[in-house]
């Protein structure tokens, strides 16, 4: 089975992410969350822009076992940038229905060799005509033979993307 490589994608959601970070006032809205999860941790990085109103949130998990704590703007969007410049990357389609068990918990559970990152990502930048959005998980990988790797061993290929752009109902590109 083929599957879709997404390292462009990314390369250029980092741009847009950096942009966002480090200059929010070139966007009229947007609606921001992002989950890093890597080697049993977590970081969250969560903003929102609505009426010219900002809330934002960032925080961690150093391990499954301990509680979130708040955490720096700028080490969340380090270790998140880190993720995203990865030079190859993977894409859950979202249809994880086939699998049941421990096969839904492993693919979900990508394991500590694999980082992943769910990407919920909506804005408009000022004198745009319309907004844009995108929700995807994505796994990161050293290279292509990584990612090789990862498609062998893991249950069920199916659950990743096999054709851009992805239009699912729970899980899509840019719209």
């Known amino acids: 089975m083929s599957v879709e490589f997404y ?20 966007f009229q809205t ?3 969350h992002i989950e890093l999860a ?16 900002t809330d934002s949130l960032y925080y961690g998990r150093s391990g499954p076992g301990d509680s979130p704590r708040q955490i720096p703007q700028a080490t969340a969007f380090a270790a998140i940038d880190h993720f995203m410049a ?15 068990g421990e096969e839904a918990a ?19 930048k000022k004198g745009q005509p319309k907004a844009f959005s995108m929700f995807m998980i994505f796994v990161g990988f050293n290279d292509d033979q990584d990612a ?6 893991i249950a069920d290929p199916a659950i990743l993307v096999d054709s851009r752009p992805l239009r699912g109902d729970k899980v899509y590109e840019w719209r």
């Open 106 to 124: 492993e693919a979900l559970t990508i394991g500590s060799q694999y980082p992943s990152c769910a990407v919920r990502f909506a804005y408009r």
């Open 148 to 153: 090789e790797q990862y498609i062998a061993k």
């Open 38 to 53: 890597a080697t049993g941790k977590l970081i969250v990085y969560e903003t929102k822009r609505r009426q010219g109103q």
């Open 30 to 32: 947007y609606d921001v």
């Open 86 to 100: 990865l030079n190859q990357f993977l894409a859950f389609n979202g249809n994880l229905n086939k699998l049941k």
């Open 7 to 26: 390292a462009d994608y990314v390369r250029h959601l980092r741009t847009l992410f950096a942009e966002l970070d480090q200059h929010p006032e070139r």
